[in-house]
C-alpha cells in the first residue's frame, strides 16, 4: 500500500525550477549563438592573417631561397627537386682576385658613385629653384624628369646610344655615366625638392634678419635642413646605377663591364651558380642602403614629393 505525500507550492517551485549551479551548468555548456559566431569570426580572421603572411613569405623569400640553394649548388640537375651536391667552389671563383666578378663590382660602384655627383649637381639647384622660386611651366618641368621613366628603356636607349656614338661616348664610362644620371634625375630632382620644400621658412628669414646673406643662409640653414632628404635621393640613385643593365648594355658594351653585365652573361650562358652569386652581391647593398633610406626620409618630405 502505497502513501501519495500531498504536493505543497514550495516543493512543486523547487521541482520546476532547476537551482543555480544548474542554471549556470546548463549556459556554460550551451553558449549564445552570437558568442560562437564570435569565436568563429576571430578564428577565421587568425587563419586568414597567417595565411595571407605565409604566401607574403613564399613570394619575398622563396626567389632568395632559390638564389641561396643555386649559389652553394655544385651538381644539381633533374629529377632531383633539390641539388645532388653542395659545396663553395663557385663562391672561390667569384671572389678569386683573377676572376671578372670583383673587377665588375669596382667598375659598377666607381659608375654609381660618379652617378650620383652629376645627379647631385643637376638635382639641389633644380630641387631648390622647384621649392622655393616661383616658376613659370613648374608643373610642366616636374614632369620633365619623369620621362625617362614614361617611355620603354629599350626604345631610349637604342637611340642614345645612336647618338653616343657619333659622339664618341659609346663604350666609355662617361658615356654611362651620363646615362644612369638621366635616369637617376627622377629620384634626385623629386626628393631633393620635397627636402627643400619641408624647410621652414621662418629660419631663413629669422637668419637673414641678422644680417646673414643668401648664400650664407643657404649654406648654414637651408641645406643642412634639407641634408637627409638629399642623402636619400643619393642613395636611391647609387642603387639605380648599381642595378642598371640596360643603358649599360647599349651604351658601355664591350668595353666597360659591370657586375649586372655579368649576371646577364652568366645565366644566359647557363652558369646559374655565378649569376645566383652575382645577384646576392647585388641585393647587399640594396637591403643595406634602403634601411639608411628609412633614418633619412621623414614624414614631412615624404608629404612634399610631388608639390
Request: glycine share 6%; no cysteine; net charge positive.
Amino acid at each position: 500500500m502505497s502513501i501519495k505525500m500531498p504536493m505543497t507550492s514550495s516543493s512543486a517551485s523547487v521541482m520546476e525550477s532547476p537551482s543555480p549551479a544548474v542554471r549556470n551548468t546548463r549556459f556554460e555548456r550551451d553558449p549564445a549563438p552570437s558568442a560562437v559566431s564570435a569565436r568563429a569570426w576571430s578564428l577565421g580572421s587568425t587563419l586568414t592573417k597567417i595565411l595571407g603572411l605565409s604566401v607574403f613569405a613564399f613570394l619575398l623569400f622563396g626567389p632568395l631561397a632559390n638564389l641561396v640553394l643555386w649559389s652553394f649548388a655544385e651538381r644539381w640537375y633533374a629529377p632531383f627537386k633539390l641539388p645532388v651536391s653542395y659545396g663553395t667552389r663557385y663562391w672561390e671563383v667569384v671572389f678569386r682576385p683573377t676572376g671578372d666578378a670583383m673587377s665588375s663590382l669596382m667598375t659598377s660602384v666607381g659608375i654609381a658613385s660618379l652617378t650620383v655627383l652629376v645627379a647631385l649637381a643637376v638635382s639641389v639647384p633644380a630641387g631648390y629653384a622647384l621649392a622655393r622660386l616661383r616658376l613659370p611651366w613648374r608643373t610642366a618641368l616636374m614632369i620633365l624628369f619623369l620621362l625617362p621613366q614614361a617611355f620603354p628603356s629599350v626604345a631610349i636607349y637604342i637611340n642614345v646610344a645612336r647618338v653616343f656614338y657619333s659622339l664618341g661616348l659609346t663604350g666609355t664610362i662617361t658615356g654611362v655615366v651620363l646615362v644612369h644620371a638621366a635616369h637617376g634625375l627622377v629620384y634626385s630632382v623629386w626628393i631633393s625638392a620635397a627636402a627643400f620644400a619641408a624647410v621652414d621658412k621662418d629660419l631663413e628669414l629669422a637668419a637673414r634678419n641678422i644680417g646673414a646673406s643668401p648664400l650664407r643662409t643657404f649654406f648654414t640653414i637651408t641645406l643642412p635642413l634639407a641634408a637627409p632628404g638629399i642623402m636619400a635621393s643619393a642613395i636611391f640613385v647609387f642603387l639605380e646605377s648599381l642595378d642598371e643593365f640596360t643603358g649599360t648594355f647599349f651604351v658601355g658594351v664591350p668595353q666597360v663591364t659591370t657586375l649586372p653585365l655579368l649576371l646577364y652573361n652568366a645565366s644566359m650562358g647557363g652558369n646559374y651558380q655565378i649569376a645566383s652569386i652575382t645577384a646576392l652581391i647585388l641585393l647587399v647593398p640594396s637591403i643595406l642602403f634602403m634601411l639608411v633610406i628609412e633614418r633619412f626620409l621623414r614624414a614631412d618630405v615624404l608629404s612634399k614629393v610631388g608639390q
